[in-house]
Every structure is written in C-alpha cells, then in structure tokens.
C-alpha cells in the first residue's frame, strides 16, 4: 500500500530500534557474568551481541494493479502511487562478538582458572552507553517521522471529505 509506505518505514526502524535496545541492555546486564553458558564441562563468560541490520529494498509498485482498483470503485478516491513501494530496516540477525574474554588476574574467584585468571565478558561498559545513546536518539528520530508521518496522513484524509 503505497499510503502506508512512510508509516511502515517509520515503524519498522521502531521494531529494530527496540530490539537493539534490548540486546544492549542484555549486554550491560551480563557485563561481569563469568557464567552464562555451561559448554565442555566447563562455565563460559557471557558473550557481548550486537544486531545485524539490513534495508529493506524498495520494490516496483504494480501500477495496472492499483489503476484497476481505481477503476473498479471510481466513487472511493485512490492515491496516486509514487511507484515504490515498501522499504525501511530489518534485523538480519543477532550476532554474537567473535573478540576474546577479558582475562584478569584474580586467583580467589571460584571461577579462576588454574593460572589464576578469570574469563570476563568481552564487553566494554563505554562502548555499550554510546551504543545505547546512538540507539535511543535512533529510535526517538523514528517516532517522531512516524508521529509526523501520521499526521499528514490524518490532514489529507480531512483535506479529501471537504
């Protein structure tokens, strides 16, 4: 539907923009967790995950689609396509950060290894906060185009019943 087209655009980097959120705040969360997995007889640290995202192409409206809807039901007004239809942002996927834990020295934690040394999380609380900055700013960008987006919709609609 080519009305819904910036809507969808908006809502769809809604949908990233929250998941990205999610997985940073998953990311603070485990920042000191020496025991997320349990993976050869042994506790491994968290591993820091990032979202993978990817646009959505536009793609080529059907134009003798809608031009028959339109001659189908003349007294309903139809919009004028521009031709595309879609686009936006989606989650390719969650991965997982390939960098190594974080090896420090602390003989008297239980989980220390025979060296002495504790595997931490390979995540790093500074790079997480900005991250999370840029994310919130992201998402607040997106809800005030769709907030925008919604209101031009509901002015032309008024505009069409005079």
């Not at 028959?68 to 950060?97: F, H, K, W, Y």
């Not at 974080?102 to 239980?110: A, F, L, Q």
């Not at 220390?112 to 919130?136: H, I, K, Q, S």
């Amino acid at each position: 539907m080519v009305w819904a087209s910036p809507l969808s655009i908006s809502a769809s980097g809604l949908t990233a923009g929250r998941l990205r959120l999610d997985v940073i705040a998953e990311n603070i969360a485990n920042a000191d967790t020496t025991r997320a997995t349990f993976e050869g007889g042994r506790w491994l640290p968290y591993v820091r995950r990032t979202v993978a995202l990817e646009p959505i192409p536009l793609r080529p409206a059907n134009f003798a689609a809608e031009l028959q809807a339109a001659l189908a039901s003349p007294a309903r007004p139809s919009p004028v396509g521009t031709g595309m239809l879609a686009g936006g942002v989606r989650v390719r996927a969650i991965e997982r950060d390939p960098s190594p834990p974080k090896r420090v020295y602390d003989p008297g934690h239980p989980d220390a290894d025979a060296e002495g040394f504790v595997a931490y999380p390979n995540v790093e609380l500074t790079r997480e906060m900005v991250d999370l900055l840029a994310a919130a700013r992201a998402y607040e960008a997106n809800a005030t185009a769709f907030t925008v987006g919604k209101a031009l919709w509901q002015k032309t609609l008024e505009l069409g019943r005079r």
